[in-house]
Each structure stands twice: as C-alpha cells, then as structure tokens.
C-alpha cells in the first residue's frame, strides 16, 4: 500500500504541469483573437469610441503578454471575468450549464458500459463466428456515424413520427443536491419522479452519444480478453485443474487493465461530443453554450470554456491512473 | 523393474494451421514407472511439449488429438485420460497430475499475490476450505520450496519476485496437492544457469519426499544425464529410442540419438571433437515418408524412405525405432 | 507453396499492380524491382489477404468512390455551388423536396432536383458533389501536414531523448489534454479573421486554395473560414501521431540494427528516417486510414456547428446546419448529406481496419487460413 500511496503523489504532482499548459494554450488561443472585438462587444460598428476604451481597459487588451496572460488566469481563477454578452461572471454562466453536460455525458457512459462490455465479451468467447461478424461491423458503423446525423434520424423516429421523447427544457433538481447531478441526486434521495423526468428527457442524447463508444468499447473489450486469455499464465492456470469460469475471471481481470484506460479515453471523446448532442436535441448545457458564445464572438466564454472541458478531462485521465494503479501492481514502481 | 503409472499408446496431435496440417506428434508410445524421473529430450520444435500437455488433454484450438489412450494408474483403478470429459480431468490436473512450465515469468498471473495462486491451486481441488486457509498453508509450501521469508514473501506480486524465485513458486504451485506424477517441462531454461542446479536439486528432493514420479523435458543432455532414470529421444514429433540413462549416453542405437550425443559434450564418455548433424529439422506439415530422420541420416537406406520403422526392443528395456535393427 | 492458391480476377489485378509499382519504382532507382524480389512478393501476399476480406474489400470501393467524387465532383455537378434558382422564381417555396422541377423563366430552363433543394432553390446534389471536393481536400491537407508534423516531432523526441524529448512530450501533453473536438472548436472560432488577412496578402496561396476547393473569384472572403477548420485539425491530429511514433521509436532504437548501423558511424537523421521509420511505419499507416475517417467525421462536426465552410460553399456538414431550421420537413437536407458523412467515414474505416488484419501477422494468418480452407471445401467436390 505504501506504493500505492506514492504514487498517487507522483501522479499528482506530475498532475500541475499538465494543468500550467493547459492554462498556457487556452491564452495562446485568447491571444491570437484580432484585436477588435472590443468593437463588437461595445455594440458593433456604432460603438462609441469610450465604449471601446472601456472594454479595452477592461480586458487588458492593450496590455503586454504576461499582463493579459495573468488577467485570465487570475480572472478565471476567482471568476471576476465578467461576459460582455451576459454581463454576468463567466464561471456562474458556465456552473449553471454544467450539470446538463455532465449529467448527458454520465448517462452516454452508462449506455457505453451496459451494451459495450456484455458485446465485447460475448464476441470474445463467440470468437471468429457471425455474433463476432455482426459486433466488428457495428463497432464500425458506430466510429463512422457523424453524432449530428443519428441524433436527427433519431429524433425523426422518436420525436416526430412517435413522440416517444420530449425536447423541451430541462426537468427540476430534486431538492436536496449532493453531486449536483439531478440524476444521480434524486436517485440518492428517493426522488424517483424527478429522475424519470430526467431519463425520459436523456436518454435520447445520451444513446446518440454513447453509440461511437459502445463499438469501440466492444472492439477493444473483444481484443483485450482475447489478448489475456493466450496468456501463458492461464494455460498454467488450466494445468492447475481450475475450472474454466475461474480461469474466466483471472483472464477479465487481466484483460481490465487496458479496458479501463480505453473507458478512460471515451469519457474525453464523450465531452468532446457534447456541443454537437446539446445542438442536436436543445439541450441547454456547457456544449451549446460554447456555440453560442462563438456565434457572438463573446471570446472570455469561449475560452472559458475550452479551459473548463480541459480540466475535466485531465482530471479524467488522473481518475484512470489511479484506478490502472489499483487494478495492475506493476504500475505502482 | 517397478510397475509403470503411466502408458502412452499412440499419442497423435495434430495443428489444423493456416499453412497446412502440422503432425506435431505421431503414434508416440513409451510407458513411466513409479517413483522414476523418465526424461523426454529432443531438439525445439520435436513435440516433447506437445506430448507433456496432450496427457491431460491441455491442447487447445487449432491442435487437436487426433488418437492415442493415455492410460493412468492411480490407487484408485486405472483410467484413460484422454477419455474423460472436461470437469474429470480438470480434477485430476493439478492434483494428480501437475505441471511445471518453462517460462516462471509468464506462468503466474501478475495481477494476484503468489500466496494467491498457491491457494486457489488448493481450492479448486477441495484441499482446503478457503483461499484464506489456502494462503496459510502457502506459507509452508514456501518453505518447503526453499524461498526465505515466507511469511511476507506470499504476499508479494510475481513481478516482485525474481526468476528463480518465481520458478519455486510455480513449483510450490504444482507440489502443493502432493501430485503423483510432476511434469516439468523445461523448468530451468528461462533461468540463470546459477539457479538451474538448484531448482533441478529441488524438483528432486521433492520428488523422493513426496513419493512422486517426475517428467521432464528437456533439450539439455547435461541435465538428463543427471536426473534422469530412463530417457526417451524424440525426433520430429516421433520417438527415435528409448532406454535407461546408461543405455542411451553408453550404447546409443539410434543414428539421431548417436549425432546428437556427438553434437554435445558427452557427460559420460569423452568425445576428441563435436560434430554438427547435417540438415536441418524438416518441416512437420509435409515430414519426410518412412522414417523422418532419413534425409540426414548418414546411414539411410531405400527402405528407411519407404517403411515407418517400428519401436523395437534390443536390449532389456532398450527400445529404438530404427531399421539398421 | 504458392501454387495452392486459386487466384482470382482481383488476385491477377493486384499482381499487375504490385508489378507496375515496382516497374514504377524501378524509373527512379535502377534495378530496384530485382533486388527487392521478396518484398514484391510480401506485397502481393498482403493484396491477396485484402482480396480476401470482403469489408475491406467494401472499405476500398467506399474510399475510392469517395476519391473520384473528390477530384471529380464538381464537374460532375449539373449545377453550380453558387447558383441561386430562388432569386429567378420567386413563387416556387424552397426547399424543394426530391423529385420536383421547377421553370427558371429568366434562363429559360428547367432545373429537377433528384435529392430536392435547400432553402435558396440550390440543387442538393450539385450541392453534395461539391461537398466532396471540400471534404476530400480537407481531409488531406490535414494528414499531410498533420501526421508528418506528428511522426518527424516523436522521431526525434524518441530517438535523442533527454532533454528533447521531454520538451517535444510535454508540449504534446499539453495539447492531448483537450477533448479534441472542444479544442478544433476553440481554435476555428478565434482564427479565421488572421488566417483571412493571411490568405489574401499571399495571392499565391489566395489562387492555390480556390483552385483546391474549385471555388469562384467572389468566394475569397471565406477563406479565412474554410482554413480555420484545417488549421484547427492540423493542431489537434499532430500530438497523437507524435506520441505513438514516439513509442515505437522507443522500442526499435534498443534493437541490435540499430545500434550496429550507429556503430557504423551513420548519422542520426539517416537511422532516423532510413531505418526506423520504414519499420514502425506499418501500424501508424493503419492509423492514417482510419484518421481519414476520422477527420471527415470531426469537419462535419465543426461545420454542422456553423464553423468552417461558409455559404454559399458547398460543404456536407454546412448543409445540414442551414437545414435544420427546415427539419422535419426538408429531412432530406440532414439525411443525404450525413449519409454521405458515413458511408465515407465508414469506407476509411473498413479499409484500415482491413489493413490492421493484414499488417498483424497474427491476424493475416487467420484469414489465410480461411482462403485454405475454402480451397479445400472445392477441391472435396
């Protein structure tokens, strides 16, 4: 256990450099935008010349690199960076829309994980017959089909011909919020209605999706429980006399190791997803925020938000290193 | 002679391959005794790996045994053990029957404690009553291998432990039901030539405290010479002769069995130089008509090409399957 | 063995091609086709597996098609991008659905849409031709200059370690510590109005990039738009190349021939490129496939997010974001243009997926096997 626990320092402390650039690149991009949109925010070509002034001052525009580079981060940091679009601090717009992104995203990995495992095995131990044919071409289908698209065919069956689903706004929080994650909050405290209003309201967006993930989680289920079961050490497992579901077990084990850091990867495409599937069925999250703010030029949230999906997505993989290292012993040295 | 424990009658394994029908192993029958160490030598690729795994059926896709009855005299009666169905020889693999494979680095699973697999090769034959038990008992198996510190050492991951080490491990794995018959199947290869000595020393302590009779395989003469009671040369998935230690090193009949000897240092006899056997092994999916050693056989004759000579008996248990005899 | 395989029209078709590459081969460097024999041979023997395979063998009719439409699509159209029929007939209300004709009474003719029209009477099959030419030069500007960016950075890092190596790698982190897609975003949306001053102070470029996208004079105030998206691709595809090449790198330079043609006192950038690189290629050409997909996919995702290609260019994913105001009715603006999405990625992705089995010796046996055994199931009748 002692191993365990340094590493869990080193990855954390290998955890702040990665965060420093993430921070670097997000005012690489908030650093080339042309130096006009002052103009566009003060109200356009109308704009007073104070106005502009204003905002210039405002934002630090006429500042050298590392003034503006700490005016972000800083601002970011304490949230005292204020939308010219919403007048509002731009953390505060970007924390209400949070749990719809998160919440979609949670409900895509569930779909993933429920279909995607069973397929993988089950193509696994059916290996090089048609159930194998049929998970290999779906994987495919699954990786080829633009999320945009499904979503429309999707709705075109589900909304429009059957009104299967609903598209209009978010549901209620229950009451009393832990994660503040409606989903998982009001199944946590009972709320049960307001959790069906919330899978009748998700699920749609989050099979759309999921549907790259669940192939590609198959797929690469399949291999690796293949890869694990050639293992040398189940054929002494076998010369041992243990019985073939056991032998199972030391080969899903084995075969865990990668399969997490896959799920790990998925859970980054999923968010990057996101702004398409929030498009797609209206649903008013980080993802469609996004898109707004690039329609009005409105640069602090954009950027904002980029710095935000990254954080969650480090914090991801530092979440999948920590899990590798208490599935694999190796990996602890 | 003591009464044999094992009857290998012809052994056939074949590889259903992408290149084509690999006979691995064809009609290969030799009989163990209790309590012997009985030696399987040949070079890579001969089928004596083959012909360890198929006694207790471990042959997976794409090979397949095609004939043969391997019959196994246990206290308890006498049975075919390639007749019995999937959970009879589970039972007795491991058991009865246990191996000892080449490569220690790869045979343990990385993700479990070595007490672990101790126990579980307990469990899964009812020696003990749970893994927690099972890892208690480890720790006297430990020992019993020779690894200091066992207390703490069962707790450790393989990849904390070093090859030799590991190699006791599996070792311990396969003594710990005290099996009638161990096979080890190249168990010093993988291993620094400091460690081979012992854990062969050891897999022969552990023979005689347990009463056991040892397979082992090898491509090393050195090592038969030393351990072995009686040995059985392989050639090209068939036997070439089989006899005791004194018979095959002092009066070797068969042409292969004679080159090899020359091909290494001799422990028994002293040799002037060593001699390379010309040709090289031919290949199993279309071997060689008649005899598969003729075509470098410097005393091949027209009816080696033609004719699949027979096991013959020369001398008291002195058996060789050649017809210059 | 040779001789066991009963060879097939596709079988002779790839021991033409493996022949005409060498010969073609043998044009730069003299006898070339004879030293390599084996190499030849190995080739035809990967061409006979693929032959084999029938989704790769889908994947590649998929692909080629897609290559055909690419170069040739726009002339194919019947109609240009930018031909607005809305603005000669104004009593006809658009988006027309498939199959309608409508009288243009200005030019005196009458235009049919086979797979009906967008919102301004704009025929969407011309409109999808010209889509696959913006799709398909997309899609190679940014493997061309994103995968070697990548490969050349993690070449390096790998083979000189150190200092280099640590610098090249943390940058690559830096970048793969974004969603993808959420970082193509970011960058599409800051860059164009640079990229467009860019673009038209280098007319060299400004002409080269109309000729690529077979696009009017008039459209030279979206360039800025169209280079955003393969900009912001190029930026994100290169740090996964660079840290698998790295990888690989890493493990061949421990090989024996490597460190015996260092002996021999070759200089780094000759191991580099002469002999690492040819033997870790293999499995990032699979990637390369695959990514072809891949950056389709991820082009339609910007441009249906309104990034990108902007009207009156023709580009697949552009046509469904102006369409959905028009959804469900005109479902024939999502759907045809999405299925073109697909089926190209899904061409890529078979293909790749056909090379990975052919490239993995483990694989590539499983499937000669097969042809075996069908060989012998005839034989037996």
Redesign the interface.
């Known amino acids: 256990m002692a191993n365990l626990k340094k590493f869990l320092v080193r990855r954390l402390l290998t955890f702040i450099p990665t965060l420093i650039g993430v921070t670097l690149i997000v005012f690489v991009i908030a650093y080339v935008i042309p130096a006009n949109p002052a103009k566009a925010w003060a109200g356009g070509e109308k704009a007073s010349e104070e106005a502009v002034k204003q905002i210039i001052a405002e934002y630090h525009l006429d500042q050298p690199w590392y003034d503006q580079y700490w005016f972000l981060i800083s601002g970011l940091a304490t949230n005292s960076i204020i939308d010219p679009r919403t007048s509002n601090p731009v953390m505060g717009d970007i924390s209400e829309r949070f749990p719809v992104t998160f919440q979609l995203a949670i409900i895509a990995f569930v779909f993933i994980l429920l279909l995607g495992l069973p397929l993988g095995l089950v193509s696994a131990l059916k290996r090089n017959t048609w159930v194998d044919t049929i998970v290999r071409i779906f994987a495919l289908i699954g990786v080829s089909t633009p999320i945009f698209w499904l979503g429309y065919l999707l709705l075109y069956i589900f909304f429009v011909k059957y009104r299967i689903t609903d598209l209009a706004g978010v549901p209620p929080s229950p009451p009393t919020q832990i994660f503040h994650v409606p989903i998982i909050d009001s199944l946590l405290t009972g709320h049960f209605t307001i959790f069906k209003q919330h899978f009748a309201r998700f699920w749609l967006p989050g099979f759309t999706l999921g549907f790259a993930g669940m192939g590609v989680l198959a797929r690469f289920v399949r291999n690796s429980f293949l890869e694990a079961i050639s293992g040398d050490y189940i054929e002494f497992l076998k010369a041992k006399g243990v019985p073939k579901l056991k032998v199972y077990r030391h080969a899903l084990k084995n075969a865990l190791v990668p399969i997490v850091t896959v799920l790990g990867l998925q859970f980054g495409s999923l968010l990057g997803g996101t702004p398409i599937t929030e498009t797609v069925f209206s649903l008013p999250g980080m993802g469609s925020y996004a898109i707004d703010a690039i329609r009005n030029l409105d640069f602090p949230a954009i950027i904002a938000i980029t710095f935000i999906y990254a954080i969650i997505f480090v914090t991801t993989n530092l979440i999948v290193d920590i899990l590798y290292a208490v599935i694999d012993p190796r990996v602890r040295y | 002679m003591s009464e044999p424990i094992l009857e290998v009658r012809n052994l056939t394994v074949h590889f259903y391959t992408y290149a084509g029908i690999v006979k691995a192993i064809e009609d290969v029958s030799f009989d163990v005794y209790k309590g012997e160490t009985f030696a399987l030598v040949g070079e890579t690729g001969c089928g004596k790996s083959v012909t360890s795994r198929a006694l207790t059926q471990l042959i997976e896709s794409p090979g397949r045994i095609v004939r043969g009855s391997v019959i196994y005299h246990s206290d308890k009666g006498s049975v075919d053990l390639l007749k019995l169905n999937e959970e009879e020889i589970r039972e007795i693999r491991g058991s009865e029957i246990a191996y000892i494979f080449q490569d220690p680095h790869s045979s343990l699973d990385p993700l479990y404690t070595v007490g672990y697999q101790i126990a579980e090769g307990m469990e899964v034959h009812g020696r003990v009553k749970s893994i927690k038990e099972g890892i208690q008992k480890a720790v006297d198996i430990l020992r019993s291998v020779l690894i200091p510190d066992p207390e703490s050492r069962v707790k450790n991951y393989p990849h904390e432990l070093s090859g030799g080490m590991k190699q006791r491990v599996v070792i311990g794995t396969g003594i710990a039901n005290s099996p009638k018959i161990l096979i080890a199947d190249e168990p010093t290869t993988a291993l620094d030539v400091t460690v081979q000595a012992q854990i062969l020393e050891l897999i022969d302590d552990l023979r005689k405290k347990y009463n056991a009779t040892v397979i082992l395989i090898t491509h090393n003469l050195g090592v038969v010479a030393e351990t072995a009671d009686r040995v059985a040369v392989m050639y090209a998935g068939k036997i070439a002769e089989i006899g005791s230690v004194e018979q095959i090193f002092k009066n070797p009949l068969h042409p292969y069995t004679k080159g090899l000897l020359k091909a290494v240092p001799n422990p028994m006899t002293k040799v002037e130089r060593l001699d390379a056997i010309p040709g090289t092994v031919p290949n199993l999916i279309t071997p060689p008509g008649g005899c598969r050693f003729h075509p470098r056989c410097p005393f091949a004759m027209e009816i080696c090409k033609k004719k699949v000579p027979e096991l013959k008996e020369i001398e008291d248990g002195h058996f060789v399957a050649c017809h210059l005899y | 063995m040779q001789e066991e395989y009963k060879k097939g029209i596709l079988d002779r078709l790839a021991d033409k091609f493996v022949y005409a590459l060498g010969s073609f081969i043998s044009l730069f460097k003299k006898g070339w086709k004879e030293k390599n024999k084996s190499k030849m041979e190995e080739w035809r023997l990967m061409l006979y597996a693929l032959n084999r395979s029938p989704?790769a063998l889908i994947g590649l009719v998929l692909v080629i098609g897609f290559i055909f439409l690419g170069i040739f699509g726009p002339h194919l159209a019947p109609w240009k991008y930018n031909y607005f029929p809305s603005l000669e007939n104004w009593t006809v209300q658009y988006p027309a659905p498939p199959g309608t004709s409508v009288y243009l009474p200005y030019s005196h003719k009458t235009i049919t849409y086979p797979l009906g029209s967008d919102n301004y009477g704009r025929d969407l099959l011309s409109m999808l031709l010209h889509g696959a030419r913006t799709s398909f030069v997309i899609s190679i500007i940014v493997i061309f200059l994103g995968v070697p960016l990548g490969i050349i950075l993690g070449l390096i890092a790998g083979y000189h370690g150190g200092k280099i190596d640590e610098l090249i790698m943390?940058?690559t982190?830096?970048?793969l510590?974004?969603?993808?897609?959420?970082?193509a975003?970011?960058?599409s949306?800051?860059?164009p109005?640079?990229l467009q001053m860019f673009v038209q102070s280098h007319v060299v470029l400004e002409k080269l990039t109309l000729l690529l996208f077979a696009l009017d004079r008039r459209e030279v105030g979206n360039l800025g738009n169209l280079l955003s998206v393969i900009f912001a691709m190029i930026i994100v595809w290169w740090p996964a190349y660079a840290r698998i090449t790295r990888g690989s790198t890493l493990t061949e330079k421990e090989k024996l021939y490597i460190e015996a043609a260092r002996a021999i006192g070759l200089s780094s950038r000759t191991i580099m490129f002469k002999h690492i690189l040819p033997n870790i290629i293999g499995p990032i050409l699979v990637y390369i496939t695959l990514d072809f997909?891949g950056v389709i996919?991820m082009e339609?995702?910007l441009s249906?997010?309104?990034?990108g290609a902007t009207p009156p260019i023709a580009d697949w994913?552009r046509i469904?974001y102006d369409g959905?105001q028009y959804?469900?009715r005109a479902?024939w603006l999502?759907?045809y243009p999405?299925?073109l999405?697909?089926l190209v990625?899904?061409g890529?992705?078979?293909l790749g997926?056909g090379f990975r089995d052919i490239l993995d010796p483990k694989t590539r046996?499983?499937i000669?096997?097969k042809v075996?055994k069908s060989e012998e199931a005839e034989s037996n009748v």
Request: proline share 6%; glycine share 10%; charged share 15%.
């Open positions: 989704p943390r940058i982190d830096m970048f510590a974004f969603p993808a897609l959420i970082l975003i970011a960058l949306a800051v860059l109005q640079r997909g996919l339609a995702g249906f997010l309104g990034l994913g469904v959905i959804f469900p479902w999502i759907f999405g299925l999405v697909m990625a899904l890529w992705n078979l997926d046996r499983s000669e096997f075996k």
